[in-house]
């Protein structure tokens, strides 16, 4: 099917009148400046090397190129750092910090209403100055409701309460917890962002929140569409694109109408929310090229809304459906963490302070971080010619710069047996916690992920707060048939299980 595909995209590329330079590509740049690389194709580069599955393709050019490699995706010059040293320097470099622009199209028309709308990207999808006043705005604000803060432990406290509740209506039941955590985990991040719990009951939110999971599984940063965003104004590749944007214009609509209602009830002085303060943001700014300013700044409340609500959502829910995953499949670590807990937290609510002397949940905690690796991948762009640290190689302006985040926390060099789940590795010999600066969940410079301390923080308290309250087990046969396997689309997910629970008493 793959190569049907990979076919028909040559033949319409020649059937469709473009330049000569589009039709064929540039080959790799000749200089011996620019990192060795797969021979690529005429029209679609390297995408028949690399399938859907563009973690394998990584993993396979790495051992054959070494730890930078050059290569195409389709018209996209690019290149993926496997080496933890020179992927820390670059991302530090803002000269590293753009989105390659075949994402930032297919990205803005997978979530925008239309050709008209003005948007610079939000957060995810901008860069340079746009992005750097978007993300600076968000952290500062997010910073002020709460993330980072000991009081936002009580709105995630409510959340953990409530499933608790949920949760023992079905205990001795087989249950899939996937949208159980995905619900509470979401209205943790809407009330700060939105400064209210949503409607979890109301089957369109229920939608959105499935569809967003269904996106991530169901695509694939190596799609034909992805790589060359002109497809989908074609036959068999329109309806692949509709069907993929069905899921981004569903949140669309939850997010509009929050926006809508907070411009509507919007006070000057007292800002209630995240969106309030962006609007505020908004109306202040008198600067015509701002990314705050008039129909762009319009453009950007819905898809910084999104971005954070979206990309929070998913990824902190995804990773708490890991840890259970690897806990019912090695019961004698919940054991541990179950004791940690009886000994630390007792009958009480459990706070964030209490991590601190946890070591061994903590290192549960990064463990599961480490070896699910939900981001295995991320693009950056250069936004100049710039040489690439640590090396002699010269990368043009609007070069795509992936990260091989999977390969640097699995490198057998700096990480003992990786492929074995061992939360001891985050242990010194005296039992204590700690750090391991390869371990890079939330990647690493200048665009590290801004929502990786409210992640932490739920993390924290959802694992503490189920496990105080019930044993987790797998309904096989066995914990050994429990499988932890990722599967690999836009993230690594997590297979799907279900789980029988006990109270403890």
């Not at 992927?87 to 622009?101: H, I, Q, T, V």
């Not at 604000?141 to 023992?168: A, W, Y």
């Not at 090229?289 to 954070?308: P, V, W």
């Not at 991590?355 to 295995?376: G, K, N």
Request: proline letters at 5%; glycine letters at 8%.
């Amino acid at each position: 099917m793959l190569l049907f595909i990979l076919l028909l995209v040559v033949l319409v590329n020649l059937l469709v009148l473009r330049g000569r330079k589009q039709w064929w590509g540039a080959p790799l740049p000749s200089s011996g400046r620019f990192p060795p690389g797969p021979t690529a194709l005429p029209i679609i580069g390297n995408l028949h090397q690399v399938g859907f599955d563009l973690k394998a393709a990584f993993d396979g050019w790495r051992r054959r190129f070494g730890p930078v490699v050059g290569f195409r995706l389709g018209n996209q010059l690019s290149i993926v750092i496997s080496d933890f040293d020179i992927l820390n320097e670059a991302f530090k470099d803002d000269r590293y910090c753009g989105r390659p622009s075949n994402l930032q199209e297919i990205f803005a028309a997978f979530f925008s209403a239309g050709s008209s709308e003005r948007s610079t990207g939000g957060i995810v999808f901008s860069h340079g100055e746009f992005w750097r006043e978007q993300r600076k705005f968000a952290m500062k604000t997010l910073k002020d409701f709460g993330v980072g803060k000991s009081n936002l432990q009580t709105v995630i406290n409510d959340e953990v309460g409530k499933l608790v509740e949920e949760l023992r209506e079905e205990a001795g039941k087989p249950i899939d917890l996937r949208l159980r955590t995905n619900l509470a985990v979401v209205n943790s991040l809407w009330q700060i962002l939105n400064g209210e719990r949503s409607d979890l009951k109301n089957p369109k939110m229920q939608r959105v929140f499935k569809a967003t999971t269904e996106f991530i599984v169901s695509n694939s940063l190596s799609g034909p569409v992805m790589i060359m965003p002109w497809l989908r104004h074609l036959p068999y590749f329109s309806g692949q694109f509709e069907e993929a944007r069905r899921s981004p214009q569903e949140m669309r609509e939850v997010t509009s109408a929050s926006i809508q209602a907070h411009v509507e009830t919007y006070q000057e002085d007292h800002q209630r929310d995240f969106l309030d303060c962006y609007i505020k943001k908004m109306r202040e700014t008198t600067d015509t090229s701002s990314s705050f300013y008039g129909a762009q700044g319009e453009g950007n409340i819905q898809r910084t809304l999104m971005d954070l609500f979206g990309a929070g959502s998913e990824t902190t829910s995804s990773i708490l459906y890991f840890a259970f995953n690897y806990l019912i499949r090695y019961p004698e670590m919940q054991a541990r963490v179950h004791a940690e807990i009886d000994t630390v937290i007792g009958s009480r609510t459990p706070l964030l302070e209490d991590r601190a002397v946890m070591p061994y949940t903590d290192a549960v905690i990064h463990e599961v971080l480490r070896h699910s690796c939900i981001v295995y991948t991320t693009p950056h762009a250069t936004t100049e010619e710039v040489t690439l640290g640590g090396t002699n190689y010269v990368l043009p302006a609007g070069t795509a710069v992936y990260a091989n985040v999977w390969w640097i926390m699995n490198d057998p060099a700096h990480w003992d047996e990786p492929e074995a789940f061992r939360p001891e590795r985050f242990l010194d010999a005296a039992g204590r916690f700690r750090k391991n600066e390869r371990c890079i969940p939330f990647l690493i410079g200048k665009r590290y992920c801004l929502g990786q301390q409210l992640a932490q923080h739920e993390l924290f308290l959802f694992l503490t707060g189920l496990l105080q309250k019930f044993h987790f087990r797998t309904n096989l046969r066995h914990p050994e048939l429990v499988n932890t396997e990722p599967e690999v689309g836009f993230m690594h997910t997590c297979p799907a299980y279900q789980v029988l629970l006990t109270e403890r008493a």
